[in-house]
């Protein structure tokens, strides 16, 4: 069994200013990380994702995110959030075996001018 | 590469009917998985499909059901509609070439918004 715990629900921070959106997992078996984004009216897109290796991940849009296997956090980050950035933030799991895919429950980050 | 296509994009329905939705994933992708997203319950998985064959699922009633065609497309049927099941309903595909394929994105469509009335 996995499950994704997403700490914050809402985010609410100033334009350019640092932002870490924090994610928990928890699983029996051992799974890939993903982060993805949902702008409003529209589907998911991959922000970034943690296969193996370094335990720092670079995605798209100037995000990144830290793996850290010891506390089984996947928290994201950016150091300089812009009005666009606007949206909501998925962290998730899947199991590398089945390859089954469990989501949390979502963080929504508004960036204010 | 056209991306995932979902249709329709909205659709009404009243309590006690059934409603069939329908995604197209992207070419060459033989993955296909659906998801119910609700603002008090979030992402949930339904189940996901890969060559025709439910590979997975989630954890919902038996009234939820799918199927994948041979040309990877997927239907996901409702039946006996509640208004509980008011939702966002997202397709997600992925290329998938077996055991491995759990560490590609998924990549998905803008969903269906299904209303039950």
């Known amino acids: 069994a996995q499950s994704v715990t997403q700490l914050d629900s809402q985010v609410p921070v100033f334009e350019e200013a640092p932002v870490e959106l924090r994610c928990n997992y928890s699983?029996?078996?051992?799974?890939?990380l993903f982060w993805y984004v949902q702008y409003p009216n529209q589907g998911l897109q991959l922000l970034l994702k943690y296969l193996s290796g370094s335990t720092l991940v670079k995605g798209i849009n100037g995000f990144e995110a830290e793996f850290n296997k010891s506390q089984t956090s996947f928290h994201l980050r950016k150091p300089s959030v812009h009005i666009s950035d606007t949206a909501e933030y998925f962290c998730?799991?899947?199991?590398?075996?089945?390859?089954?895919?469990?989501f949390g429950d979502g963080t929504t980050l508004t960036v204010k001018p | 590469k056209a991306g995932v296509t979902q249709t329709p994009r909205y659709l009404i329905k009243t309590r006690g009917q059934q409603v069939t939705l329908s995604c197209s994933p992207i070419s060459g992708h033989r993955s296909v998985s659906w998801y119910q997203q609700t603002p008090g319950q979030g992402l949930q998985f339904l189940f996901e499909?890969?060559?025709?064959?439910?590979?997975n699922k989630g954890n919902f009633p038996g009234r939820f059901s799918g199927r994948q065609f041979s040309n990877s497309r997927s239907e996901m049927n409702v039946s006996t509609l509640e208004l509980g099941d008011s939702a966002l309903y997202l397709c997600?595909?992925?290329?998938?070439?077996?055991?491995?394929?759990?560490?590609?994105?998924?990549?998905f469509g803008p969903g269906t918004r299904l209303t039950v009335l």
């Open positions: 997600a595909s992925r290329t998938n070439n077996g055991a491995g394929a759990s560490y590609n994105e998924q990549f």
């Open positions: 699983s029996s078996v051992s799974v890939y």
């Open positions: 499909y890969f060559s025709e064959t439910q590979r």
């Open positions: 998730a799991v899947s199991d590398q075996a089945r390859g089954k895919s469990t």
